[in-house]
T-cell receptor, first 109, second 113 residues
Framework: NAGVTQTPKFQVLKTGQSMTLQCAQD?????MYWYRQDPGMGLRLIYY???????DKGEVPNGYNVSRLNKREFSLRLESAAPSQTSVYFC????????FGSGTRLTVV | QKEVEQDPGPLSVPEGAIVSLNCTYS??????FMWYRQYSRKGPELLMY????GNKEDGRFTAQVDKSSKYISLFIRDSQPSDSATYLC?????????????FGKGTRLSVIA
């Protein structure tokens, strides 16, 4: 099915471990985004990529890095995971409205 | 003050009721206004979008924007148990990738059969 695909769906990390969250879209959208969603905090923008080859910080970028690998793929990397990064992570792409992936549930212990 | 304020609820209504969901905002540059619906353990999905002030209707859903008051609303008529979800308002000043959406915290709605 067309849309935004995120992998993995679930992950448990130990403090200090690193990992990369993958996101791919097949709608030929130029812009892609990474959000985190925490109880009572809503969706907060981590990083975004307005077009292939560009990335910009959002509201909560500390502790994260991103790579816009090509037009389809936008990855989010946690270099040294911390318990405060326990969250649900959503990738989205946009033409006019945003299309979201189904999320990655990350727990850092 | 957050740019977008949304009462988190929860809001519980009987089936068939009219539901009113609201957001206020502080940034007068916002021109594009959207409502997303998010079911439990799923990603948000676009429900409605409007540009500038005015109303937009789609079936049982009506979105209203009052830019003079910096206030947007989503009305759901004849609410159904399948409408039970979290509703997020979102807005931006432009429609390019360089103007990401700013989201409200979401209102959790339960429609009781």
């Amino acid at each position: 099915n067309a849309g935004v695909t995120q992998t993995p769906k679930f992950q448990v990390l130990k403090t200090g471990q690193s990992m990369t969250l993958q996101c791919a879209q097949d709608m030929n959208h130029n812009s892609m985004y990474w959000y985190r969603q925490d109880p009572g905090m809503g969706l907060r923008l981590i990083y975004y990529s307005a077009s292939e080859g560009t990335t910009d910080k959002g509201e909560v970028p500390n502790g994260y890095n991103v790579s816009r690998l090509n037009k389809r793929e936008f990855s989010l990397r946690l270099e040294s995971a911390a318990p405060s990064q326990t969250s649900v992570y959503f990738c989205a792409s946009s033409d006019h409205g945003y299309t979201f992936g189904s999320g990655t549930r990350l727990t850092v212990v | 003050q957050k740019e977008v304020e949304q009462d988190p609820g929860p809001l519980s209504v009987p089936e068939g009721a009219i539901v009113s969901l609201n957001c206020t905002y502080s940034n007068s540059a916002f021109q594009y206004f959207m409502w997303y619906r998010q079911y439990s353990r799923k990603g948000p999905e676009l429900l409605m979008y409007t540009y500038s002030s005015g109303n937009k209707e789609d079936g049982r859903f009506t979105a209203q924007v009052d830019k003079s008051s910096k206030y947007i609303s989503l009305f759901i008529r004849d609410s159904q148990p399948s409408d039970s979800a979290t509703y997020l308002c979102a807005m931006s000043s432009g429609f390019s990738g360089n103007t990401p959406l700013v989201f409200g915290k979401g209102t959790r709605l339960s429609v009781i059969a």
